[in-house]
């Protein structure tokens, strides 16, 4: 009986020996096939590098007309002039009248340049959004036309409009003088905004980052 007993505790320890050799080469085989691919035999994750945000977007025309003007002219000839401009006007957005106010600064050399400010839309109930606009004038002396594109970005707002972010783009016309009415066209893109600008209840609420998860496992 001894005997056998010193018999079957070698069988188990051959039996150990075996299955480590046996694992050591597997991992090494599982390693070499990695030099390839490491996506083979290790978990990745992939993750948005931003919030996945869908804006709102809300469009509107309008006709504004200068309310202050203060113009400076300086250099050879009076060729150069700057100053700030009040235009107001009204436009619809989302079937409610706004108050569409622009508080606009302008840098011209021969009657075009660079131009800058704000733009303000106001409702009814009070609530206010701000918007800051950077952009360029572009004089045509063919047709005696200014032609204005500007970048906008949302200040914040007030009321409803609290918390509302977002970016857009303004184009506009004016045919003669700097006193004459000018045509703009407003493209904005919103986050947060509520349901009194875009008309959708849903609308409210800052957008949280989404992620996603993938794995591959080698067998």
Same mark, same amino acid.
Request: charged content about 15%.
């Given at each position: 009986?001894?005997?056998?007993?010193?018999? =079957?505790?070698?069988?188990v320890?051959?039996?150990?020996?075996?299955?480590?050799?046996?694992? $050591?080469?597997?991992?090494?085989?599982?390693?070499?096939?990695?030099?390839?691919?490491?996506?083979?035999?290790?978990?990745?994750?992939?993750?948005?590098?931003?919030?996945?945000?869908?804006?709102?977007?809300?469009?509107?025309?309008?006709?504004l007309?200068?309310?202050? =003007?203060?113009?400076?002219?300086?250099?050879?000839?009076?060729?150069?002039?700057?100053?700030?401009?009040? #235009?107001?006007?009204?436009?619809?957005?989302?079937?409610?009248?706004?108050?569409?106010?622009?508080?606009?600064?302008?840098?011209?050399t021969?009657?075009?340049?660079?131009?800058?400010?704000? #733009?303000?839309?106001?409702?009814?109930?009070?609530?206010?959004?701000?918007?800051?606009?950077?952009?360029?004038?572009t004089?045509?002396?063919?047709?005696?036309? =200014?032609?204005?594109?500007?970048?906008?970005e949302?200040?914040?707002?007030?009321?409803?409009?609290?918390?509302?972010?977002?970016?857009?783009? #303004?184009?506009?016309?004016?045919?003669?003088?700097?006193?004459?009415?000018?045509?703009?066209?407003?493209?904005?893109?919103?986050?947060?905004?509520?349901?009194?600008?875009?008309?959708?209840s849903?609308?409210?609420?800052?957008? =949280?980052?989404?992620?996603?998860?993938?794995?591959?496992? $080698?067998?």
């Open positions: 009986m001894p005997r056998l007993t010193v018999s =079957t505790t070698r069988v320890r051959l039996s150990a020996i075996a299955v480590t050799i046996g694992l $050591a080469l597997t991992a090494c085989s599982s390693g070499s096939s990695d030099s390839g691919s490491n996506s083979s035999s290790s978990p990745s994750v992939s993750a948005s590098p931003s919030p996945s945000t869908t804006g709102y977007p809300v469009a509107f025309k309008a006709t007309n200068s309310t202050v =003007t203060k113009i400076n002219q300086v250099g050879k000839g009076d060729n150069q002039s700057y100053g700030v401009q009040v #235009l107001e006007g009204t436009s619809q957005i989302n079937k409610t009248s706004v108050r569409v106010r622009m508080l606009g600064t302008f840098d011209y021969d009657e075009g340049g660079p131009v800058g400010g704000f #733009l303000e839309l106001v409702w009814r109930d009070g609530t206010v959004l701000g918007l800051r606009q950077k952009g360029t004038a004089y045509d002396s063919s047709s005696k036309e =200014t032609s204005i594109e500007a970048d906008l949302v200040i914040n707002g007030s009321g409803k409009a609290v918390g509302t972010t977002g970016t857009g783009k #303004l184009t506009g016309t004016r045919k003669g003088s700097s006193t004459s009415p000018l045509k703009i066209e407003v493209e904005l893109d919103l986050t947060n905004a509520p349901e009194l600008i875009t008309g959708d849903g609308s409210r609420g800052t957008p =949280t980052p989404s992620s996603t998860y993938s794995a591959t496992i $080698a067998p």
